[in-house]
Structure formats: structure tokens, C-alpha cells
């Protein structure tokens, strides 16, 4: 396995406990999404930020784990640059030291106590996405519709950005309540080797909820 201790120094020795209030859960379980404004510490933050922008580099590509090009073709007839939309799969496979975050920590206990679940029993995988400027909006979808059919999946999905975001930059945006209804109907939106999904009927505008952040804060989300 590849370390990263000696590229960009030992992980910040930093200790930012969060228990989850039973206010947080009882918003999560009702509404199906939670935003928290902080989760770790700036110092963490910076650290993960070198060990993104190395995965997302120039110096990683073609080595195990390196990101896939996931623009589509729509964002290829823009004529934006090449890999305007990249994701990394599993990254802690290859970095094992992204497992030791207080991030990870806290999102753990976050997300035990919503989905009522010993925090003992919860797994995770990480997923880092790079979208650079220009690059076209994520599509209105469920996590669970990219999901294997044959497993029975209890998750959630935890969405950390290393920098402030606001709404026109891409903030996650979510209808409170669609996980109480199962998983919709999604079609193609893209060439199907692009793997891009979207719900066949879109939400109405008036019931959405952005959830613009500050560094360090995140957002929860259920997989429905």
C-alpha cells in the first residue's frame, strides 16, 4: 500500500468529538438528510485537501486507484477540459490513513445513530469526486438506484467538501421526505456507458432544500 505520511506529513493529531443530539436524529429520520455545520477541524481539512488534490493529480494518474473520467458526453460537447468530472473509487484501500480521520470517526457516530444501527455494525467506502468549473450540474437521482439490485442496503452517504460551497457552486440540494417513499423510477440521462441516472419525474423546485456549506461542515443523506 502507497503511504502518504511522508508526502504531506502525519495526519493532524487533533481531537473534535461530535455525538449526535437527539434534535439531529429526529431531523435526519423525518427528513431524510441532515447538514452539520462542522464535523472536523480546519487542520484536517488542509491535510485532506493535499491528499485530494494528489489523487486528482497529474503525478497519480494511471497508478491503482486513480480517478475515472465521469464528464459524459454532454460535458465533452462544451468543449470543456479533458475530465471535467473525475472520481476516485475506494481511495482508503490505497491510502489506509484516510481511515484513521476524526472525519471518519464522527460520520460514524453520525450515521450509526440515524440509521439505528451499533456503531460497530457500520462499514463505509470512500468516493472523491472532482468537478472543476463549467462542468454540468449532478442530476436529480437516489444513491440506491446505482446500487446492486440483490443486496438489501441500510447506508447513507456523507459528503465532506474541502473548501466552502455555495448553492451556485454545486451545494447538495434535497426533497425531505423521498426516502420514506422507496426507490423511483430513474432512466439514462447520458450514453449508457456514461452510467448517468436520473429520475424520470423531476421535483418540483418549490420543494427543495439547498444546503450551501463552510469548510469543515458536511452533509448526510439517505441512500433513497
Sequence with gaps: MSTITDRFGPRPDVSFELTPSKDEIAFF?????????????????????KVFEYIFSDEYAGKPGSP????GSDDLKLDLPKASLSQAFFPEMFFPELLGTQFRRNAKRYSAAFLEEPE??????GHMIQKKPGARAASWHQDHAYWQPEFDYKALGVWLPMHDVSVEMGAMQFIPGTH????????????????VLTVVNPPDPATIVPCPLKMGGCTFHHAE
Design 68 to 71: 475515472l473520467d465521469r464528464s
Design 180 to 195: 420514506k417513499r422507496g426507490l423511483v423510477p430513474h432512466r439514462q440521462e447520458d450514453a449508457p456507458e456514461h452510467n
Design 120 to 125: 460497530s455494525e457500520i462499514t463505509s467506502w
Design 29 to 49: 429520520r423525518e427528513n431524510g438528510f441532515y447538514s452539520l455545520d462542522r464535523i472536523t477541524t480546519d487542520e484536517e481539512i488542509l491535510w485532506l485537501r
